[in-house]
């Protein structure tokens, strides 16, 4: 990897990028070199029960550095962009500089832009959009929200459909109202200097390829042996792209072959909707060539 670029050690710094494009390697780069704290902004990497399988940084790389935010939710727990934003508060006002890194946008536009405080969802609404979505599917889910509303997210995207339902079923309000009296943001743009890291296809595919033996090399089938007892579909920390596959592998419902072959193609899925998130909404980050790295 080149030098990292010349930052203000006290200048907080955001690192967004698809999976498996480096951002990890990059942050550690610029907290070695000056200072901070490498703070999680993955969703799915808080959660204590994946390890190998969700790339966490490894032991090796978190004593190189402090990090923060990583596997401290337990797998059976929800967990939410507002659960994050109120732990990344108190580590902006204190300590050294944050050095921000992951793949959700989600918790990126919220720490740059500004997050509704919308009233949590009560867990029998919660049960209520789980056996809708089960019985009648995403379109059931979608007929009920507004146009503004549908026109923000991600409509093929069960969880954030599902979100947007249960908002306006709890509140009586569209989350697009919600959104609309956001109050400022806890981490302006202009205050930071902002990376988004530009992986083509091209350069992604192999490496996605490459992780995933690596994550089976290193445990990866043992850690999902370790949550077969209790697996819960439903479960935010069981969105773990290649969990389910792994999880129907050790029930016998598919060969090893297979389960890696599509936890593959829903990484690669996966970064793709990644992409198309970055370059609608983080026009203004300063892009970096993952191929530079």
Known sequence: MPSPPDIPADRPVLIAGPTASGKSALALAIAETGGGIIVN??????????????????????????????????????????????????????????????????????LTEGLADIPPTPP?????ADARLARKGLTSLLADLDDATLARIDTRNPMRVQRAWEVQRTTGRALAAW??????????????????????????????EQRFDAMLAQGALDEARANLT??????????????????????????????????????????KRQRTWFRARMRNWQWINAQDL
């Open 41 to 110: 902004a993955d969703a799915i990497q808080v959660f204590a029960n994946w390890r190998v399988l969700t790339a966490r940084p490894s032991l090796r790389d978190e004593a190189r550095a402090p990090h923060r935010l990583y596997g401290h939710v337990p797998g059976e727990a929800g967990y939410s962009v507002g659960h994050w934003l109120r732990e990344v508060a108190p580590l902006l006002r204190d300590g050294p500089r944050p050095i921000i890194v992951g793949g959700t946008g989600l918790y990126f536009s919220a």
């Open 124 to 128: 029998e609404i919660r049960a209520e």
């Open 179 to 208: 959104q609309d009296a956001t109050p400022p943001p806890m981490l302006p743009l202009p205050d930071v200097t902002a990376y988004v890291i530009d992986a083509p296809k091209t350069f992604l595919t192999p490496r996605i």
């Open 230 to 271: 209790g697996w819960d579909p439903a479960r935010p920390s069981s969105k773990a792209i290649g969990a389910p596959e792994l999880i129907a592998h050790l029930r016998g419902a598919q060969s090893l072959e297979a389960a890696r072959a599509a936890s593959v193609i829903g990484t690669r899925q996966y970064a």
